[in-house]
């Protein structure tokens, strides 16, 4: 009789343990088939819209902190790949911290990193700190991508689509950064379709000094769309913040020797596709080989080019007076006499002097040398418009 109650008593056991078993397995193949849906059902672009706080209302005499933004700071744009590739729009940085601000260097680390999906959780890899985000995807219901980033606390992204014009090409792009009351990067990098690469370090980078380097043609393809992104045509002209001592960050788009659009960015007020678009490019430079380019020194000195008249003043972006100071160093030196109508006034830092440039829009004296861009800058560019009355500040 004992016998027979031991017997059926394991094979209780034994159907207890194959049940458990089994349920063990069903939950991780349903766990494993929602990870793998949830892996295709978030391929494509994101943006970050909103996060939504869902927290019980507390005591009036609790603070209740706002909700914070996933991953950081900054708005966060993703584009997640096949084989879990993503690309993290904002990018990914390393600063290197000194006493003094000239030895302070920040270093770009990308855009590309990988991501998984692992029991209904999205984790991204930190390139930075080299530890994995996380944020618990709570749905993906057409369009509309939500996580939880901590207890009742969720974000809200859409899937992005743009209409991009496939007509709508430019020949060149140009980026400058103006600096800050600190040790923001100052610099100037001009890419062309051709994938020719000129870069202008001035203060504050891993490189400075005025070099030249090449980029594939499918690179500045990427780049280009990357602005295009941001409906380039129809963004405004400047964007600027209400606080003091940032830096002001300028692109120009250059098509038939003509400045087509110059968007002027301070503080970071621009929409977050334009920022998405130029911060890799301004830190192109460290990703790419890099070959000295010998030029006069008094033109290092131009940072920022206007046109003088009399009283009359007509003054560029620094993207814009990169442009042109990219064209005059390619242009040829002449001895062709011409009536000169405006003046470039700049400092020069080694002499410690002012000096003027001469020039009629297409010839440029500087000292005893000439040289002719091929073509009257002011003309084409239509900024005979653009002049104005000096100002003290001028």
């Known amino acids: 009789m004992k016998t027979i109650i031991i017997s059926r008593r394991n094979k209780f056991m034994k159907q207890k343990i194959s049940l458990s078993i089994l ?22 672009e994101w943006t970050y819209i909103k996060t939504e706080d869902q927290r019980r209302p507390q005591k009036n005499d609790d603070i209740k902190l706002p909700p914070p933004p996933p991953f950081g ?30 030895n302070r260097k920040t270093f770009f680390l990308g855009t590309e990193t990988k991501y998984k999906i692992e029991n209904d959780s999205l984790k991204i890899l930190d390139l930075a700190t080299k530890t994995w985000e996380n944020q618990k995807i709570t749905s ?11 207890d009742s606390i969720f974000a809200k992204y859409a899937r992005t689509k743009y209409k991009i014009d496939p ?45 030249k380097s090449k980029i594939t043609k499918n690179e500045y393809q990427k780049i ?13 002209d400047n964007y600027s913040a209400n606080h003091t001592d940032d830096e002001t960050v300028t692109i120009s788009f250059i098509k038939n ?21 130029y911060v890799p490019v301004r830190y192109l430079y460290q990703q790419i080989k890099l070959i000295p380019l010998k030029v006069e020194k008094p033109l290092l000195s131009i940072w920022s080019i206007g046109f003088t008249k009399g009283n009359q003043i007509c003054v560029l972006t620094k993207s814009e007076s990169f442009y042109l100071l990219t064209e005059i160093l390619k242009g040829k030196e002449t001895a062709y006499k011409f009536e000169s109508r405006y003046q470039i006034e700049f400092w020069n830092d080694d002499q410690n002097k002012k000096e ?17 861009i091929g073509y009257n800058f002011l003309t084409v560019n239509n900024l005979s418009e653009k002049f104005r009355q000096k100002d003290k500040y001028d």
Do not use: M
């Open 140 to 150: 993906i219901i057409g369009d509309t991508l939500t996580t939880e980033i901590s």
């Open 73 to 102: 700071r900054h708005i966060p744009g993703y584009i997640f790949s096949e084989n879990n590739l993503c690309e993290n729009k904002s990018g990914y940085f390393k600063r290197i911290e000194a006493v003094e601000r000239e």
């Open 224 to 236: 280009q769309t990357n602005f295009k992104k941001a409906d380039i045509k129809n963004l405004e």
């Open 257 to 277: 020797n003509k400045i087509v659009k110059s968007i002027s960015d301070y503080g970071r007020e621009s929409p977050s596709a334009l920022i998405w678009a």
């Open 23 to 44: 349920t063990i397995f069903i939950l991780y193949s349903c766990q494993k088939n929602n990870d793998a849906q949830l892996s295709k059902d978030i391929i494509g």
């Open 167 to 211: 007509n709508e090409n430019y020949d060149k792009i140009i980026v400058s950064s103006s600096g800050c009351y600190g040790s923001c990067p100052v610099l100037n990098i001009s890419i062309d379709n051709n994938g020719n690469v000129i870069y202008y370090g001035q203060e504050y980078n891993t490189k400075n000094g005025i070099f």
């Open 356 to 372: 003027i440039i001469n020039t009629d829009g297409r010839y440029f004296k500087c000292r005893d040398k000439i040289i002719d």
